[in-house]
């Protein structure tokens, strides 16, 4: 693995990072936010990965999500990786040639070619981390649709270097998930997402092929389950079209929380509909999602020793 010279981590701003990986060039953007001296330099201040969605960018996910705007008012790192396109030779493209992610589904180009996106994801962190003052414990990933598919692999995998996860649209693939350690959940959903019926179902993508979606409680059961919840969920907020209901006795103090926006379809909570709204339902200005992640981030941190294995963790569709 080798990262490209010249990213200028100490200068604010979005910074292109090129990483040699399993013999294919992979590639991210790093948003430093003003004050960061280098690694060993300053303070060390969190980092947040955010995992765009199928057929989407690193670029777009920095600009539709708002992650580097609260970076820089917050003060941590925002690191937005790219996932393959189904031909490599060509520009990624929506329609057709769509970036994704391997999220343990079995689905697309990246589950026929093995693609190990976990491990791209832990080299990234490695990456940033000898080049800036990325604070251990306070690693977080998030992700939209597939990506936040891949947000409950790397968490269920990478249960030692992250300390919390926040999945948006998107569904846990793993049939038993069981991190090494109870790592905090927060699952956001739109109850107007026709690729993501709360009740589930066969669902039309955007690409024309039918598929079966799960109901959208039954990732959040499987990871409540996985980390070692033992009472049943319980209704903390039903007003103003927001509905959360949390998991409660969970170890080691850890937070399953899911969120249900009302008026809301297969968008980023807050962030503008990127598609027909015949396609993926409304968009919602009900929840500042990034800004509820982030909070939600902050009250957790990884416990010292915590352990750095990657568990074998079975897959299903």
């Given at each position: 693995m080798?990262?490209?010279?010249?990213?200028?981590p100490a200068t604010p701003g979005t910074h292109p990072l090129t990483l040699a990986l399993g013999g294919t060039m992979r590639q991210a953007l790093v948003h430093v936010p003003p004050g960061l001296a280098g690694s060993g330099a300053t303070a060390p201040v969190p980092l947040v990965c955010m995992l765009h969605g199928a057929g989407a960018t690193a670029e777009l996910a920095l600009r539709n999500t708002g992650w580097a705007a609260l970076a820089d008012t917050e003060r941590f790192i925002a690191l937005f990786p790219e996932g393959t396109p189904r031909h490599a030779d060509r520009p990624p493209t929506f329609r057709l040639n769509p970036q994704t992610w391997n999220d343990g589904s079995g689905r697309g180009h990246v589950a026929r070619r093995g693609i190990d996106d976990v491990g791209f994801v832990a080299a990234l962190l490695d990456a940033v981390g000898r080049t800036l003052p990325v604070d251990p414990a306070r690693v977080y990933v998030t992700g939209f649709s597939?990506?936040?598919?891949?947000?409950?692999?790397?968490?269920?995998?990478?249960?030692?270097?992250?300390?919390?996860?926040?999945?948006?649209?998107?569904?846990?693939?793993?049939?038993?998930?069981?991190?090494?350690?109870?790592?905090?959940?927060l699952a956001i959903y739109g109850a107007q997402d026709p690729l993501n019926p709360p009740a589930g179902g066969e669902i039309a993508t955007p690409w024309g092929h039918a598929e079966y979606h799960p109901p959208v409680a039954r990732s959040v059961e499987r990871w409540a389950a996985g980390i070692g919840c033992v009472a049943d969920p319980v209704v903390v907020q039903d007003a103003a079209d927001v509905r959360l209901v949390a998991w409660p006795r969970c170890p080691g103090g850890?937070?399953?929380l899911l969120c249900m926006v009302g008026d809301m379809g297969h968008v980023w909570p807050g962030g503008q509909r990127l598609l027909p709204e015949r396609l993926i339902g409304p968009a919602s200005r009900r929840?500042?999602?990034?800004?509820?992640?982030?909070?939600?981030?902050?009250?957790?941190?990884?416990?010292?020793g915590a352990p750095l294995d990657r568990p074998a963790v079975p897959l299903t569709r």
């Open positions: 080798s990262a490209r010279a010249g990213i200028a597939n990506g936040a598919g891949l947000a409950y692999r790397v968490g269920a995998e990478l249960a030692g270097r992250v300390a919390a996860v926040a999945a948006v649209a998107g569904h846990c693939w793993l049939e038993s998930p069981r991190p090494a350690r109870p790592v905090p959940l850890a937070e399953v929840l500042d999602g990034t800004r509820f992640i982030w909070d939600f981030f902050r009250r957790h941190a990884l416990p010292t």
